[in-house]
């Protein structure tokens, strides 16, 4: 099972943006992997946020992030990104990296998909 460490997050005002990234654990691969990107506020359950599929060229998001969040990866490191642009307080969340082995043809964008979590990077927004 694929070990996922992640790494960013913080506080940022309302309207900049954030990188969050998320690598494989030493001598581990992300080459089988379709990975995602989650998050879960306080008193919610935890959401689907940007998957990418393991070429890479497939991605999906979920509507209140179209246009202002991007998920990408980098194979031959073996991280995943999301990059955060025009942040707003409701994306206010911790975070979470997650893996599932897949074929490059498989979706998926439920967390009960998802085999391997990172542990989650807090993102705040202020106003």
Do not use: H
Not at 84 to 110: G, I
């Amino acid at each position: 099972q694929v070990q996922l460490v992640p790494s960013g997050g913080g506080l940022v005002q309302a309207g900049g943006s954030l990188r969050l990234s998320c690598a494989a654990a030493s001598g581990q691969t992300f080459g089988p992997y379709l990975l995602g990107w989650f998050r879960q506020a306080p008193g919610k359950e935890r959401e689907f946020v940007a998957a990418i599929n393991r070429g890479g060229g497939r991605t999906d998001y979920a509507d209140f992030v179209k246009g202002r969040f991007t998920i990408s990866r980098d194979n031959a490191k073996n991280t995943v990104y999301l990059q955060m642009n025009s942040l707003k307080p409701e994306d206010t969340a911790v975070y979470y990296c997650a893996a599932r082995a897949s074929s490059n043809f498989n979706f998926y964008t439920s967390p009960q998909d998802f085999q391997a979590w990172g542990q989650g990077a807090q993102v705040t927004v202020s106003s």
